[in-house]
């Protein structure tokens, strides 16, 4: 099934307690479809500058990630810059460069107009239904990230674009804020009133929990003796969550759960190494090895 | 299986967004037993005051806890008072009034010597170890809970009772604290070079893990819309794990697993209301029943 992405392509300059990196590729967009595209086919929609090479986007090459959407403008691409804390619990922001995302006007493609499951990575919400608008069918699943910015600086537009909107894939603290609930349950249920039918709530090195009309199911992160990268962990978990539900053509209980394991299996190799070190040198053996340690890690019997 | 728990009884002033409670019975070695005598026979020796009513001893009748060993002494029975935050993170002890319990010698009436399933709560390492030289056969499972102050003013004491210690259970700050290291996986390889085989990291609201040898083992806490009293829910959950283990007769991986998760069920029906309230007045099958929840709240197949 066609999977279709939209969002930031960019550079960032990390520093871990394991080392440093002034400038490696990142941005959402590019951990969701390299995650992804172990699953299944992604159409990318994305903008990067004049600084991005041939080098930079042999990412997506081999992949199965269709490129056509990812626009060049005249300008630098966006750059983030952070540095993480010794335990990685907390990360400071040093830089945001939007570049040419400040003008970033998303502009689907024609074939990807088609595509039933989409991924709303986090951009201003306005633009995230400016993507729904181009889609000529209903899509199947739309699911969409979003953060304390847009919470806080575009309420209104935020609602309106949850009103389409499928699935809701934010951190905890996200769903406290937005749903101004501290309790989780509490806040899934004020949630579901804006639109969304399930709520993925990503937790982090504590892992994710679903939760959907009177059910949950939750899934630990997996246990690392060592992290040397958070960044993109929660887009590359989006990419396995969307990547494995696009593959299985089914939205149900069974499948979900699945796809919340795939995703935590993304998420976890993903911080095992800088960027995308990991995740771009995966083989599909490993990522299915992973799924089956989560079963380990987690099943029991009564 | 004979389980003995060692440990303070006392009466709490408690605080939450919920309500307020005066002077209401509490103590680590009661949760525990309350919370065992569901699945075992337990052998409980602590100290308590003249303040301390038939009334009070009342939460032990009706049940299989066997009260030879809880002392009354001349004097009062421990106090302690704390306030929960809005969101129930963080808590501030208000009072510790140790009363009675500042002379607690653990003496071992005759037949709990024999105890084959011994649970130290968190006491004095010094006054721990005391007991495990007063049982005459070598018990199967010895599991002991700590704190900060004990990790911190008597290391040594500390270091040589978990020599004799085969299940340690703690929270996650304990044992960053205890082995100094952040990363959880690595601190219980730490740990297990103390003594304990087995490392029970209790997260709060965010469930549980264990560690051994190479293996671990999460189980999530159970989401509820509302937790009105976290009081006691580590050593509910300590009371229903080891209860379970007691009743099984035997420690392997499975045996283990479920003893997390019917540890989980206890500390999530404890937080349900004040003090023992929930706790107290549990039928066995809502035990059965919340066990199934938490299969459906965590499997999946692949």
Sequence with gaps: MS????????????????????????????????????????SLVGIVGEDFTEKDAAVFKGRRIDTTGLERAPGKTFFWAGRYSENMNERTTLATELNVFAEFKPLLPE?????????????????????????????????????NYWIERTPEELRETLRHT????????????????????????????????????????????????????????????????????????????????????????????????????MGSYTVEKFGLDRLRSLKRSEIHQRARHFSKLTQFTL
Tied chains: 1, 2.
């Excluded at 307690?17 to 086919?41: E, Q, W």
């Excluded at 579901?192 to 709530?201: A, D, E, Q, S, W």
Aim: aromatic share 10%; net charge positive.
């Design 3 to 42: 999977l279709l992405v939209v969002g930031s392509v960019a550079f960032d300059a990390i520093e871990t307690p394991f080392g440093k990196a002034d400038r490696i590729l990142g941005g959402a967009a590019t951990y969701f479809s390299v995650a992804a595209s172990y699953f299944t086919h992604v």
């Design 111 to 147: 074939p990807y107009r088609k595509s039933e499951y989409i991924f709303l990575a986090n951009i201003d919400p306005t633009l995230q239904r400016s993507v729904l608008h181009q889609v000529t069918r209903r899509p199947k699943v739309v699911a969409l990230d979003t953060m």
């Design 166 to 265: 499928h699935i809701l894939m934010i951190n905890d603290a996200e769903t406290r804020q937005l749903s101004n609930e501290h309790n989780l349950l509490r806040a899934a249920r004020h949630i579901f009133k804006l639109g969304p039918k399930v709520l993925v709530i990503k937790r982090g090195e504590y892992g994710a929990m679903m939760v959907h009309s009177r059910h949950a199911f939750t899934v630990p992160a997996f246990p690392l003796e060592q992290v040397h990268d958070p960044t993109g962990a929660g887009d590359s978990f989006a990419g396995g969550f969307m990547g494995y539900l696009a593959s299985a053509g089914r939205v149900n209980e069974a499948e979900l759960r699945r796809a919340m394991v795939y995703g935590s299996v």
